[in-house]
């Protein structure tokens, strides 16, 4: 059974920093495309931040460049995604997603909060 278990959400006040971390069961990762999306009431899931698990290659949206980074952790299941200097309209759902080929995975998500 595959499983994406996002943690590491909460409150926090503007210009502070999470780390967010998926942890995931029943894939091998080194096959799939991770990545971070986010989603507010009303809005659509959007794009945060993707790594190629197999080639390390990592990638955030330009306008979360130089505040967010996407890593793999030392456990071969876990990817990350550090938040610096974070603002009130970084608060969202936050979403781990497994993508390979035509199957994409999807974790509940976990809620970040950003007070000013």
């Known amino acids: 059974q595959v499983q994406l278990v996002e943690s590491g959400g909460g409150l926090v006040q503007s210009g502070g920093s999470l780390t967010l971390s998926c942890t995931t069961s029943?894939?091998?990762?080194?096959?799939?495309?991770m990545s971070w999306y986010r989603q507010t009431p009303g809005q659509q899931r959007e794009l945060v931040a993707d790594i190629t698990m197999a080639g390390g290659s990592a990638r955030v949206v330009d306008p979360l460049q130089g505040r967010f980074t996407i890593f793999t952790g030392d456990a071969q299941n876990t990817v990350h995604l550090q938040m610096n200097d974070l603002k009130p309209e970084d608060t969202a759902v936050y979403f781990c997603?497994?993508?390979?080929?035509?199957?994409?995975?999807w974790g509940q998500g976990t809620q970040v909060t950003v007070s000013s």
């Open positions: 997603s497994g993508e390979r080929a035509s199957l994409t995975f």
């Open positions: 029943g894939i091998s990762l080194p096959f799939y495309l």
